[in-house]
């Protein structure tokens, strides 16, 4: 079992940077694959980024590519998702998952409650 909690959405400008936290109970952390999803109001929850349990390899949505940077530290049982460049159309609630690496939701067991991000233009 693992739960999820994150922090770090707020209000910030066109162009700002915020970097997002999800901490994670549990000891099992390390063997999980992370994800970043987002979610705006009537569309579906979107991938965003993925890192695997050691933090050696990244994948990420084509919209986010050379803007966010998913990273994790095992010690601290946290994964975060630097996000610079930011654009209106990033705004959204996100969302940290655990599970497969993988882009769709369905491979993801566990997830926080979400944070939420609004850039304003």
């Known amino acids: 079992q693992v739960q999820l909690v994150e922090s770090g959405g707020g209000l910030v400008q066109a162009g700002d940077s915020l970097r997002l936290s999800c901490a994670a109970s549990g000891r099992t952390f390390s063997t999980y694959a992370m994800g970043w999803f987002r979610q705006s109001p009537g569309k579906e929850r979107e991938f965003v980024a993925t890192i695997n349990w050691s933090g050696g390899s990244t994948r990420y949505a084509d919209s986010v590519k050379g803007r966010f940077t998913i990273s994790r530290d095992n010690a601290k049982n946290t994964v975060y998702l630097q996000m610079n460049s930011l654009k209106p159309e990033d705004t959204a609630v996100y969302y940290c998952?655990?599970?497969?690496?993988?882009?769709?939701?369905?491979?993801?067991?566990?997830w926080g409650q979400g944070t939420q991000v609004t850039v304003s233009s």
């Open positions: 998952a655990a599970g497969d690496v993988a882009r769709t939701t369905q491979y993801y067991n566990y």
